[in-house]
Nanobody
Framework: QVQLAESGGGLAQPGRSLELSCVTS????????FSWYRQAPGKEREWVAT???????RVADSVEGRFTISRDSAKNTVSLQMNDLKPEDTAVYYC??????????WGQGTQVTVSS
């Protein structure tokens, strides 16, 4: 059974950094993808970044140059390094896994608040 558990959220001042971590279990299939999404109050959930098991990553234009997604298979984690945080980055961040049958799984989310 696939399980995802996010951690690392919290309060940060503008311009500071946070790293989110998603511990994964039950991952057996390839190819697959891991992604981060976020949902701000009153807004729809939006895609932030994706890591591809076949190689490569992509990030949304809104976080290009500031956020980096990575995967440590030995530790079964997917991370989102967030630098130069802005108030508009405030949201609940969700870890997402999609298997080769395109079935999608979600974590419970972790709150990130950027405020001075």
């Amino acid at each position: 059974q696939v399980q995802l558990a996010e951690s690392g959220g919290g309060l940060a001042q503008p311009g500071r950094s946070l790293e989110l971590s998603c511990v994964t279990s039950g991952i057996r299939q390839r190819p697959n993808t891991f992604s981060w999404y976020r949902q701000a109050p009153g807004k729809e959930r939006e895609w932030v970044a994706t890591w591809y098991s076949v190689g490569g990553t992509r990030v949304a234009d809104s976080v290009e140059g500031r956020f980096t997604i990575s995967r440590d298979s030995a530790k079964n984690t997917v991370s989102l390094q967030m630098n130069d945080l802005k108030p508009e980055d405030t949201a609940v961040y969700y870890c997402n896994y999609k298997d080769r049958q395109a079935r999608t799984f979600w974590g419970q989310g972790t709150q990130v608040t950027v405020s001075s």
